[in-house]
């Protein structure tokens, strides 16, 4: 999976963040896509759309970036001075955006993914319509939750339309409060999307599990993503705060049908290799996540049998 993929010049608000939505994107996004594939790996891309959480640096002209609503981030009861305050998306707006996914999950295809992953969790533009928390709309796209999964799901049915369900996938995070999105009731959000995806066939739902409500570490949470998993047909990924014994134990136990590992596989790329057998694993450094180095807090991790 390569994360974190902009769909169109209006949707960025990080640094050093890739793109797939021209030509000269999908030309440069190849001999990577080959690279994975010559080691035998399956290649997916996570499209992305920010929304709000972004400021007016990243956008055309200077303009405001754009949400489901217009009210500001607030972190710790402040509104967060690295956001420009956004503008609401004008209902007619809408049908673009979907567009723009349904053209870069086409562009994916053409540079040689295997499929592509929605971003439609963690705060970003999709999630800021999902959460109740966020949206405030009066027209189709707010209020109830049918409302309020709309546009998430519209974009859903055009990827699948454009590149077929069998190389779609979705990332979704009822329970996590991050950038300010939260749910007054994610057990009924998570159980209406699990419930609305199966229309599509898509070919996995990829959540969050609720023990990761904020950025950072695991805490306790008595909420599960196990209603989750029995409601969808397809495959169920889950994700956060896995280690090696714990993501065993839930796909033993069904709560899953895989586990997926950001931190511990960006530390250890062989992560495989070492979970096989059962060797002492690069402890990650979050200070380097985000650093603009190519090498540093990405490729400077050793590998297993350079350690040795």
Not at 44 to 59: E, L, M, T
Not at 193 to 201: E, F, R, T
Request: with cysteine.
């Amino acid at each position: 999976m390569f994360d974190d993929i902009f769909v169109s010049f209006v949707c960025e608000g990080t640094p050093d963040t890739p793109g797939i939505w021209t030509k000269e994107q999908v030309e440069a996004w190849k001999p990577i896509v080959d690279a994975v594939h010559a080691k035998d790996g399956v290649f997916f891309c996570q499209i992305w759309h920010v929304g709000r959480v972004s400021n007016s640096g990243y956008q055309p002209n200077g303009q405001a970036p754009i949400s489901s609503t217009d009210k500001p981030i607030q972190l710790n009861g402040i509104d967060a001075s690295e956001f420009t305050p956004q503008r609401r998306l004008r209902t007619d707006e809408i049908p673009q955006i979907v567009n723009d996914f349904r053209l870069a999950a086409k562009n994916a295809i053409e540079a040689g993914f295997d499929g592509v992953e929605i971003h439609g969790g963690h705060g970003y533009l999709l999630d800021q319509f999902l959460k109740d928390q966020v949206n405030d709309r009066t027209d189709q796209y707010g209020g109830s939750l049918e409302n309020r999964c709309r546009f998430p799901l519209d974009v859903v049915e055009a990827v699948v339309n454009e590149i077929g369900a069998d190389k779609v996938g979705i990332k979704l995070s009822p329970f996590d409060d991050y950038m300010d999105s939260g749910d007054s009731n994610p057990n009924a959000l998570g159980l209406y999307m699990a419930n609305s995806l199966n229309k599509y066939g898509i070919l996995y739902c990829h959540m969050a599990e609720p023990r990761m409500e904020t950025v950072g570490e695991k805490s306790e949470s008595h909420q599960s993503l196990l209603p989750m998993r029995k409601a969808f047909n397809g495959t169920f990924i889950a994700t956060g705060g896995f280690d090696r014994e714990d993501g065993n134990k839930a796909v033993a136990e069904g709560r899953a049908d895989l586990i997926a590992y950001g931190r511990w596989f960006l530390a250890n790329p062989d992560l495989p290799k070492r979970f096989e057998l059962n060797a002492p694993l690069n402890m990650y450094k979050r200070d380097t996540f985000y650093l603009s180095d190519p090498v540093i807090g990405y490729t400077d991790y050793p590998f297993l049998e350079t350690t040795a």
